[in-house]
């Protein structure tokens, strides 16, 4: 069985009058490219972190990019732990010390 093609075809090596398709498969599950303006500071902490071996440019700020997804997500569990907590439960001192050290605990998430 041969696989699907992209209904547009696209030059791959330049050369005139060559034209091979891509396959449709080639194009799905890629990432998308955008292009951003970072301040100096950060772009030297991710260069330094892409030298230091954690991965390319785009690995730093998709892992740092997904810590935020993840500390907005346990903020919010916090919010709403913390407003539904019951007062005679034993688990309210909890609630209310995760609701003061929220900051402290969301940068140990990592």
Known sequence: MGQAVSAVARTITGQPNEVQLIPQWYDCGMSVQMTIRVDDDLAAFIDQ???????????????????EIRRRAAAQDAQVYASSADPDLESDAYAEWATRNASQVWSELD
């Open 49 to 67: 972190a892409a030298k230091a071996g954690e991965g390319s440019r785009a690995d730093v700020i998709n892992r740092v990019i997904k810590r």
